[in-house]
């Protein structure tokens, strides 16, 4: 069918052109044949006028098949790169990888995630049992990390958190063509849950004959979509990254302070870590009609870390939010939204409420970046080649990239993540 399509586009143009050429050459003569001011030569030359019109149409469809034949590609390319993404859970493009990371559904330049799937959310309310492996140990775990947090001052508090229950998919038909649509049922948990479980998968547990293995390997669950999360025996718990952009297309970053998650105890040698606009959606994040909505935990994001939004104090509005990727994390078990947030403010003017306006738990301060791959400086952030910087974890690298890649497109993104200058 794809060969057909192709097919048709390349027939059509060059059709009208041939049909042309034969109509015109047959008039021409025709007109030569007939007297001047008959009604004869005046019929022809009417026709001559409609074959030049449809000459022309045939020329534009021509200029235009580059760009359809083009746009094509990129979906084959982007489709082609999901698909693999399963099997290896990993993402590497040119000289950057993304660990633990793959595609669910992805934007391509310029069209958000959600105009190539659709997808509906029910919410219940309920909540997972807890695994007896995890039983046995998270107090213990918890207190740990209650230490951990009280001598290096990081903010650990037990708020609810919304669970991914279950997922499903099916194709509907939309418009003449038929679009994955996913159906999401919601349940709750809790940030201490997540942090005993979904950060704790690769912790050793010793077990009563002194033999080792990983929380991961006890619960013997590996699951290879999002579509596994149903089976999963720990809370699927949902996080979401949001890339920040000035009106002058600098790109926003945090460095990171006090976090629990992805903090400067994760950084490697004198690097700072930086992040984008992270935060773990809750139940409460909901659009005017009351339904689960991973955007409205977004714009509450930018709020809390940023101080962006509609309020007159907040340092800036924000003019577009749009959804750019959707993926499952391997590493934490975790499904991950990821957004473009477009502002109506430059790098200059917010640049002195920044201070006062982040969240002071997480973010020592603001740096920015021009919003382009062919910077050095952000190319060499997604590669992980940065001399002062380096992302914080998988999911900030993949937020920038959904992000970029909504902005430059797959090719461009390869040809510049290929460059090692």
């Not at 050459?25 to 001559?48: H, K, N, P, Q």
């Not at 959600?114 to 007896?132: D, E, L, V």
């Not at 025996?233 to 979401?240: D, L, N, Q, R, V």
Request: proline letters at 4%; glycine letters at 6%; one cysteine or more.
């Amino acid at each position: 069918m794809s060969w057909l399509r192709l097919h048709q586009w390349l027939v059509r143009p060059f059709a009208l052109l041939l049909l042309s050429g034969a109509l015109l050459w047959s008039c021409s003569m025709l007109f030569y044949d007939t007297d001047d001011g008959s009604f004869a030569r005046e019929l022809i030359s009417s026709v001559i006028g409609t074959i030049l019109t449809l000459a022309a149409a045939g020329l534009v469809a021509l200029f235009a098949l580059r760009h359809r034949l083009a746009s094509r590609r990129e979906k084959q390319i982007v489709r082609r790169f999901s698909e693999d993404s399963w099997k290896t859970r990993a993402l590497t493009v040119g000289e950057m990888t993304i660990p633990h990371m793959s595609i669910v559904v992805s934007c391509t330049q310029g069209v958000p995630w959600t105009r190539r799937a659709s997808c509906t959310y029910t919410t219940t309310g309920a909540r997972r049992s807890r695994h007896p492996a995890v039983d046995a140990v998270r107090e213990e775990w918890l207190q740990g990390d209650r230490e951990r947090a009280d001598a290096l001052g990081l903010m650990f508090v037990d708020l609810d958190a919304a669970d991914l229950l279950d997922a499903s998919l099916e194709l509907r038909v939309e418009n003449g063509r038929r679009v994955p649509h996913y159906s999401f049922t919601l349940g709750t948990t809790t940030y201490f849950e997540f942090a005993s479980t979904a950060l704790k998968l690769d912790r050793t547990l010793v077990a009563d004959d002194g033999s080792e293995r990983s929380l991961r390997d006890v619960l013997g669950c590996d699951p290879h979509s999002v579509l596994d999360v149903g089976e999963l025996p720990i809370p699927a718990t949902i996080g979401s990254g949001t890339v920040a952009v000035t009106s002058n297309n600098r790109v926003l970053l945090s460095v990171r302070l006090r976090t629990f998650v992805a903090g400067p105890g994760d950084a490697e040698g004198s690097r700072r870590p930086v992040h984008v606009v992270a935060e773990g959606l809750i139940p409460t994040d909901v659009d005017d009609d009351g339904n689960f909505s991973p955007i409205a935990g977004a714009r509450r994001a930018l709020r809390e870390e940023l101080h962006v939004g509609p309020r007159s104090d907040h340092i800036a509005k924000v003019t577009d939010l749009i959804e750019v990727g959707f993926a499952f994390d391997h590493q934490r078990w975790q499904p991950y939204f990821v957004f473009l947030a477009r502002l109506d403010r430059t790098w200059a003017e917010i640049q002195p409420g920044v201070h006062a306006a982040t969240d002071s738990w997480e973010s020592a301060m603001l740096i920015s970046l021009p919003f382009d791959i062919e910077h050095a400086g952000l190319r060499l952030l997604l590669q992980g080649r940065h001399p002062e910087f380096q992302l914080a974890s998988n999911h900030a690298t993949a937020g920038l990239w959904f992000a970029l890649l909504y902005q430059h497109g797959f090719e461009q993104m390869r040809d510049e993540l290929s460059s090692t200058r």
